[in-house]
Nanobody
Framework: QVQLVESGGGLVQAGGSLRLSCAAS????????LAWFRQVPGRERESVAR????????GYADSVKGRFTISLDNAKNTMYLQMNSLKSEDTAVYYC?????????????????WGQGTQVTVSS
């Protein structure tokens, strides 16, 4: 099975950028459909971006469309989330996730493997 470790979170001013990384070990990420979720205290985990194993199809939450980009570097076995034009409402703990299914999902319960999370704080 695959193990996932996120990095790249931190404190950034509104309008700035961050790139989150999700490094995998144990198995190739190309075998999985992938996603980034985020969560703030007291709220459910929210789908941010997803990447299907099949044809590399991507999808984004409306709130991040045009600002965030999900990608996969097979050589490094690492998934990324490039976040631009950050807003205070993007503040959350961000998690990467993987599932064997050829299609990704917006439901957190559909994913079998999770990283530990990385905090992103956007100051206004």
């Amino acid at each position: 099975q695959v193990q996932l470790v996120e990095s790249g979170g931190g404190l950034v001013q509104a309008g700035g950028s961050l790139r989150l990384s999700c490094a995998a070990s144990g198995r190739a990420l190309s075998m999985y459909s992938l996603a980034w979720f985020r969560q703030v205290p007291g709220r459910e985990r929210e789908s941010v971006a997803r990447l299907a194993r099949t044809r590399g199809l991507t999808g984004y939450a409306d709130s991040v469309k045009g600002r965030f980009t999900i990608s996969l570097d097979n050589a490094k076995n690492t998934m990324y989330l490039q976040m631009n034009s950050l807003k205070s409402e993007d503040t959350a703990v961000y998690y990467c996730a993987a599932r064997i299914d050829p299609l990704s999902s917006t439901s957190s319960s559909a994913f079998n493997y999770w990283g530990q999370g990385t905090q992103v704080t956007v100051s206004s």
